[in-house]
């Protein structure tokens, strides 16, 4: 995947075979993850987005195929050191009962524990700091469980944080956040992208979403091959969606970004019709006040 003079990306995956509950989802994938960039895996339903993305995160071992994680197989690291490395946002994460934000966003900080190393006034600021990132940290004596939806959600992309790792991996970071709340916590991804430098990788449902924030759009099909890869401006093509998800639409520009919007195609509607198949006259005055 990566070109004979482009740097070898920190993340990338090569000829994977993919298998969850006992299907093979997808055969023969590969793909690099542009270092420092907001990458979107997008595509329908059941076409092993989250398969890959816990592929790349070692919480699934390929049936066959390598990922490499800075140069070497992710699978002969530890599991702390990939931790160390990359962090992972599961999809529909659940926390503890009575668990205070502060103690969640601090198991954050479990790779870089260990029986010579203890809690430290480093890991207390990384979890200040993570928690300040993320604006949850006068919610920091707050139980979990009294959040909303997007405060929660916004918690544990600090606990993410609060390990410090570079790449962020998020599955589904909106699910079951109204469209405020999805906002929010894209925005937030953003700034950490721009601001701070990460590598994000995020899996997506919704198409114009992710063409306002990727940098680096991957564009699967059912079968778990990759269709497209490359900035959205480029990638989103109206040809493109028709083919991938069977929707016709149009593509113009979101004219608060600037960035590809899909527009589905409405539905051609039918006049109601005489006997005699003509259009009949309240047909007509319905049509003609619409």
């Known amino acids: 995947m990566t070109g004979t003079n482009a740097p070898t ?11 969850y509950d006992r299907r093979t989802v997808a055969t023969h994938l590969g793909v690099d993850i542009p270092d420092h960039s907001f990458t979107v895996i997008i595509g329908p339903n059941a076409c092993g987005k989250s ?33 160390r490395r990359l962090g992972l946002l599961p999809q529909s994460s659940t926390a503890p009962g ?3 934000v502060g103690d969640l966003v601090a198991r954050g900080r479990y790779p870089h524990q260990g029986l010579l190393k203890q809690w430290s006034a ?9 928690m300040r990132q993320t604006g949850v940290l006068e919610l920091a004596d707050r139980p979990v ?38 906002v929010e916590v894209l925005d937030l991804c953003a700034e ?15 198409l114009n979403q992710a063409c306002r924030y990727a940098t680096h759009l991957i564009v699967m099909r059912p079968g ?11 990638v989103m093509t109206a040809e493109l969606v028709e ?30 019709q005489d006997g005699d198949g003509s259009t009949s006259v309240a047909g007509t005055v319905m049509a003609e006040t619409r």
């Open 224 to 234: 778990g091959t990759v269709a497209a890869v490359g900035d959205p401006a480029t």
């Open 98 to 100: 009575g668990i205070t």
């Open 9 to 19: 990306p920190r993340l990338r995956a090569e000829d994977l075979t993919l298998s």
């Open 145 to 182: 469980d009294d959040l909303s939806g997007g405060q929660r959600q916004r918690v544990w992309l600090s606990m993410v944080l609060a390990q410090q790792t570079s790449i962020l991996l998020l599955d589904e970071p909106t699910t079951f956040l109204d469209i405020a709340h999805q």
């Open 51 to 83: 398969t890959l993305l816990k592929a790349l995160a070692r919480m699934l071992k390929p049936s066959e195929g390598q990922v490499y994680l800075d140069g070497a197989a992710i699978a002969s690291y530890r599991s702390r050191e990939v931790a």
């Open 243 to 272: 083919d991938v998800f069977g929707l016709p639409c149009r593509i113009i520009d979101d004219p608060e970004t600037g960035t590809p919007l899909m527009v589905p195609a409405a539905p051609r509607r039918h006049e109601p």
């Open 192 to 206: 950490l992208h721009a601001r701070k430098g990460h590598t994000v990788v995020a899996v997506l449902h919704d």
């Open 122 to 130: 480093e890991d207390e600021a990384a979890v200040v700091e993570a």
